[in-house]
T-cell receptor, first 114, second 116 residues
Framework: DAGVTQSPTHLIKTRGQQVTLRCSPISGHKSVSWYQQVLGQGPQFIFQ???????GRGNFPDRFSARQFPNYSSELNVNALLLGDSALYLCASSFTGARAHEQFFGPGTRLTVL | AQSVTQPDIHITVSEGASLELRCNYSYGATPYLFWYVQSPGQGLQLLLK??????LVQGIKGFEAEFKRSQSSFNLRKPSVHWSDAAEYFCAVGAAGSSNTGKLIFGQGTTLQVKP
């Protein structure tokens, strides 16, 4: 079975621009979570979505938004990019309910903001 | 607030030697606990998980971890390290009981270097 897929693999943007990252979950998984991993640190939770609704949000500004589609894929949008947004953005998928914490991660999208 | 501490930022072991990576968590109730491994430029791979039951859990690649409630710890062990185990290791905690929120809180990670 295919794992979690993310696109693009790498992205370079300039300050003030907007970016959209995409994620397709493992087949059968209905929940998608997004994490930001700054170099040298552990991943930080940004959002969780299932049934197309936001179910959890981390301590990130409103410049960060996401949505989930009927096929359970998801997009993460970041507006007005700052240098500090440079990071590896990880998508994870899982079942819902009691197994929501057992998350499987994609390879990530490396975002560089210049 | 929940938190995870990995006291060792960097560990170097010789190939064939045993390994223990430390993880301490802060959480009021019984947590869900995880260990992930990340190779350079890659995503995270789940090594093992603890939800309940037997406090010694077995994972992939010969890893095991022991949940000790009294010490709020979930240390990762491997009896004999292979050169391919060199990577970044993350401990994570999930909030058990929070309705359907799969938020994981990660430690800062431990970089494992393996000497030949």
């Amino acid at each position: 079975d295919a794992g979690v897929t993310q696109s693009p693999t790498h992205l370079i943007k300039t300050r003030g621009q907007q970016v959209t990252l995409r994620c397709s979950p493992i087949s059968g998984h209905k929940s998608v979570s997004w994490y930001q991993q700054v170099l040298g640190q552990g991943p930080q939770f940004i959002f969780q979505y299932y049934e197309k609704e936001e179910r959890g949000r981390g301590n990130f500004p409103d410049r960060f938004s996401a949505r989930q589609f009927p096929n359970y894929s998801s997009e993460l949008n970041v507006n007005a990019l700052l240098l500090g947004d440079s990071a590896l953005y990880l998508c994870a998928s899982s079942f819902t309910g009691a197994r929501a914490h057992e998350q499987f991660f994609g390879p990530g999208t490396r975002l560089t903001v210049l | 607030a929940q938190s995870v501490t990995q006291p060792d930022i960097h560990i170097t072991v010789s190939e064939g030697a045993s390994l223990e990576l430390r993880c301490n968590y802060s959480y009021g109730a019984t947590p869900y606990l995880f260990w992930y491994v990340q190779s350079p430029g890659q995503g995270l791979q789940l090594l093992l998980k603890y939800f309940s039951g037997d406090t010694l859990v077995q994972g992939i690649k010969g890893f095991e971890a022991e949940f000790k409630r009294s010490q709020s710890s979930f240390n990762l062990r491997k009896p004999s390290v292979h050169w391919s185990d060199a990577a970044e290791y993350f401990c994570a905690v999930g909030a058990a009981g929070s309705s359907n929120t799969g938020k994981l809180i990660f430690g800062q990670g431990t970089t494992l270097q393996v000497k030949p």
